[in-house]
C-alpha cells in the first residue's frame, strides 16, 4: 500500500439477511457489496459509477459507519480502522464524513440551520456560542450562502433544494475533513442548480485540500468531478482507471453500455442501443460466476465454467474483470 493513499479499501463485503430470522429456512443474503478494493490519494477523487442497486451507497455508508462491513478492511492513512473503538470512531467522524443524496431527508424540518450546521460543533464540543456562530456563518459563506446571517435562523422549508443541498455541504465540512463520501449530491437538484454546487464542491476540496468518493450514476458528472472512476456492478467492481482513459477507452462491456446511455446534445445524432439483454441479475446468493454473464454480448463458454473474473492490469493504472478483454491483450 503506498503512503499517499488517504483511503484503502481491501476486499470489502456487506451481505444483508434476504428473508426474516423468525422463519428462516435457508440462508439467504443479499450481496449488496462483494469483495470491493480501490484507493484514494490524498486531494483526489475516485467515482464510483453504477445503476441503481449495484452497491455504490452502501459501500459509502461502510466507510463512514453507518454499515458494518461483512468482510474486509478499511485503511485511513495506513490504519486500519475497519473494527475501532467507539472513541476512536468519535475521532474517525471528524476527519471522515458523507454529504447525503436528497437534501429534503438529509435536514431536520424543526431545527434552524444554524442549529443543524452546528450539530457536529455540539457533539464534538468544539467551541463556545460565540465561536459557533463565528464559524457557521464562516462555513456557511464559504458554500455560497451570503449572507450568512440571513439563513441561520431559517428552517429548511424555507430554503430551495440547492439551498437545502449547500446546507448539507456546509454542515459535512463544519469539522474540517480530509475525506468525503457524496452520495449523488446534485441527483436531485434542477439542472440549472447542479453545475453551481458542482463548481462549489470542486472549489471546496481545493481550498480544504479534501479527498472525495463521489457515488454517482452519471457519467457526465463523473467525468467533471472524478480523477479516476471505479465502475460496480451487482456488488462488483469492473473495471477502474483514470477518467478520460476509462471514457475514451472503456474496456467492460457494462461500462461500454453505460457510456453509449449517455445523453448527446445535438438531435442528429443517431446512436445504437446498447447490445446488453436482459434485465438485472439477482443479487440473492447469487451464483460464482461472471455477475455481467447473463447480459453480456461478448459471453464465451470460458465465462460460464470459470467464477467472477479478477480484476487484471490491461495499462498502467486501468484494470478490468473481463475474461474476453484479457484474453484479446
Do not use: W
Not at 461502510?62 to 467507539?86: H, M, Q, S, W, Y
Not at 464540543?125 to 462555513?139: F, L, P, S
Request: proline share 6%; hydrophobic share 40%; with cysteine.
Amino acid at each position: 500500500m503506498k503512503n499517499d493513499f488517504l483511503i484503502s479499501v481491501r476486499n470489502l463485503k456487506k451481505y444483508f439477511d434476504a428473508e426474516s430470522r423468525l422463519f428462516r429456512r435457508t440462508e439467504l443474503f443479499v450481496h449488496a457489496v462483494d469483495g470491493v478494493s480501490f484507493d484514494i490519494e490524498e486531494g483526489s477523487s475516485l467515482g464510483l459509477v453504477g445503476e441503481s442497486g449495484c452497491g455504490k451507497t452502501t459501500t459509502g455508508r461502510i466507510i463512514v459507519k453507518l454499515e458494518k462491513p461483512t468482510a474486509g478492511k478499511i485503511f485511513l492513512k495506513r490504519e486500519n480502522v475497519t473494527d475501532i473503538d467507539r472513541a476512536k470512531q468519535f475521532a474517525y467522524h471528524k476527519k471522515v464524513q458523507m454529504i447525503f443524496q436528497d437534501p429534503y431527508e438529509a435536514l431536520n424540518p424543526r431545527m434552524t440551520i444554524f442549529d443543524i450546521v452546528a450539530e457536529p460543533l455540539n457533539i464534538h464540543g468544539i467551541g463556545d456560542r460565540e465561536d459557533r456562530e463565528e464559524r457557521v456563518a464562516k462555513t456557511l459563506h464559504e458554500v455560497g450562502m451570503s449572507p450568512a446571517e440571513a439563513f441561520l435562523f431559517r428552517y429548511p422549508h424555507e430554503l430551495s433544494g440547492g439551498q437545502r443541498q449547500r446546507v448539507a455541504i456546509a454542515r459535512a465540512l463544519i469539522l474540517d475533513p480530509i475525506f468525503v463520501v457524496a452520495d449523488e449530491p446534485t441527483s436531485m437538484l434542477d439542472v440549472s442548480v447542479r453545475t453551481g454546487v458542482m463548481e462549489l464542491m470542486m472549489e471546496l476540496q481545493r481550498s480544504y485540500k479534501m479527498s472525495y468518493l463521489y457515488i454517482t450514476h452519471d457519467l457526465a458528472v463523473a467525468r467533471y468531478m472524478c480523477d479516476r472512476i471505479a465502475v460496480m456492478y451487482l456488488g462488483k467492481i469492473v473495471e477502474v482507471g483514470d477518467t478520460e482513459e476509462v471514457l475514451a477507452n472503456a474496456l467492460h462491456p457494462y461500462t461500454q453500455a453505460l457510456l453509449s446511455a449517455v445523453a448527446v446534445p445535438d438531435p442528429e445524432v443517431k446512436r445504437a442501443e446498447p447490445r446488453i439483454k436482459g434485465g438485472i441479475g439477482r443479487p440473492v446468493n447469487p451464483p460464482p460466476e461472471c455477475r455481467f454473464l447473463q447480459r453480456c454480448p461478448k459471453a464465451v463458454d470460458y465465462c460460464k465454467k470459470n467464477p467472477h473474473p479478477p480484476l487484471v492490469e490491461m495499462s498502467t493504472g486501468h484494470v478490468v474483470a473481463c475474461y474476453v478483454t484479457v484474453e484479446k491483450k
